[in-house]
């Protein structure tokens, strides 16, 4: 008889970039995203460029298995310049 095990999945993760600017009330608003990215690392690289260009912008993911509705706590991955208190 063979023991054959599926290998463990990972699970699934939410990995998301956003940038925010400043409007005429000096309110930070979403100009760029929330654009889900496909790793970590991209996620990272994409924030740091938008940086430069933008005044705020924050990286971050979480497990997530939006089937079930299960979402694990965020994991802040970049953060440049301004940016709103995560909830």
């Given at each position: ?14 990995i998301v970039?956003?940038?925010f600017?400043?409007d ?5 608003q ?13 996620a ?28 694990g ?10 940016v709103?208190?995560?909830?």
């Amino acid at each position: 008889m063979s023991d054959n095990l599926m290998p463990q999945q990972k699970a699934p993760k939410l990995i998301v970039v956003t940038a925010f600017d400043r409007d005429e009330a000096g309110d930070l608003q979403p100009v760029f995203g929330p654009t889900e990215q496909q790793t970590e690392e991209r996620a990272i690289r994409t924030a740091k460029g938008l940086a430069t260009k933008h005044a705020g912008v924050i990286a971050w993911s979480r497990d997530a298995n939006p089937s079930l509705g299960e979402y694990g706590e965020p994991t802040t991955l970049f953060v440049g310049g301004d940016v709103p208190d995560m909830e």
